[in-house]
Structures are given as structure tokens and as C-alpha cells.
């Protein structure tokens, strides 16, 4: 019983992945020998996490860092540290070829595609997981700050 299930499980896994992109899912090389590890761990996911501070200093508001580099699989965390509400939304002409798609599904709690929900509580955080996602650069901006200055990229490497 124990081998169907994780038979089961893999083929979930393998499922997800073909759905959240074109680019192959380099699955490390244990097949079946360990399944409470694949069970437990997305595929693609690299446990790596960049902070970004959503905040207003000196009177200005910022992303910071407003521009990171981060590999597939890595997630970024926004923090809601000052001159709230905040938010992030994706520009739909400044992201790579398939990565609305992409968003459209890496997102939570989108208001309307490639908008991030507005945060205003402090230390409230947003966390995106760019496993799948095509590589490339992502330009970012806060709904309420943009006119302000408050934008973002965010480079996708393989
Ligand atoms: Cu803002």
C-alpha cells in the first residue's frame, strides 16, 4: 500500500509540474526511494527565500532591495514594514514570454490578474514561489505608490 501512495503522490507532482510550465522540471535523480521527502517538498522548490521590505523611509517609498536576483524555485517574501497599504502587482509588458501565466497561478489572492492583494497591517508579508517560472526580468509596482516611485524588479535565472 505504502508504494501506491507515493506512486500516487509522484504522479501529482508530476502532474503540477507540466501544468506550471514549458521548461523541464530537473528532478533529482531518487526515484521512489524517498517519499516522505517528495511528498513534503514541492517540485522545483528551493527553499531559498529573498526578503524585500515594502516600506517609507526618508519620505520616500520604497521596495528594498528594489531590484534582486533569484534562481527558479527560489520564493521571494514581501514585508510590510512602513506607509502602508502596499502591494505588488506585476507589469503586464515588463515580464518575460509565458510569466502572466505563470503569475496567474504563483500568486495568492490575486485582486484581478498579475495584482497582488493590498497589506495593511504591519509585518504582514506576501510570498510568491517562482518554481516553473520562466526566466527573465520582472518589473513590479505598489498599486497605491506607483505614480511615487515604488517599483521593482525582480530577475528570474536559471
Ligand atoms: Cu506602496
Known amino acids: 500500500m505504502r508504494q501506491v501512495f507515493a506512486a500516487l503522490a509522484i504522479a501529482a507532482l508530476a502532474c503540477g509540474g507540466e501544468q506550471s510550465g514549458q521548461q ?5 535523480a531518487t526515484p521512489a526511494a524517498q517519499p516522505q521527502a517528495q511528498a513534503g517538498a514541492q517540485a522545483g522548490v528551493t527553499g531559498t527565500v529573498h526578503e524585500v521590505r515594502m516600506e517609507l523611509r526618508d519620505g520616500n517609498y520604497i ?6 536576483t533569484i534562481k527558479v524555485g ?3 517574501r514581501w514585508i510590510n514594514i512602513s506607509g502602508f497599504p502596499h502591494n505588488v502587482s506585476f507589469y503586464e509588458n515588463q515580464i518575460p514570454p509565458g510569466a502572466a501565466e505563470f503569475l496567474k497561478q504563483a500568486m495568492p489572492n490575486q485582486m484581478s490578474p498579475l495584482n497582488g492583494p493590498l497589506f ?3 509585518l504582514a508579508t506576501y510570498e510568491i514561489n517562482f518554481a516553473g517560472a520562466p526566466t527573465g526580468t520582472y ?8 505614480a511615487l ?4 524588479t525582480l530577475t528570474v535565472q536559471p
Open 24 to 28: 523541464q522540471q530537473q528532478a533529482p
Open 63 to 68: 521596495y528594498d532591495p528594489a531590484n534582486l
Open 74 to 76: 527560489d520564493t521571494v
Open 120 to 122: 495593511t497591517d504591519s
Open 139 to 146: 518589473g513590479y509596482f505598489c498599486i497605491p505608490h506607483e
Open 149 to 152: 516611485g515604488m517599483k521593482g
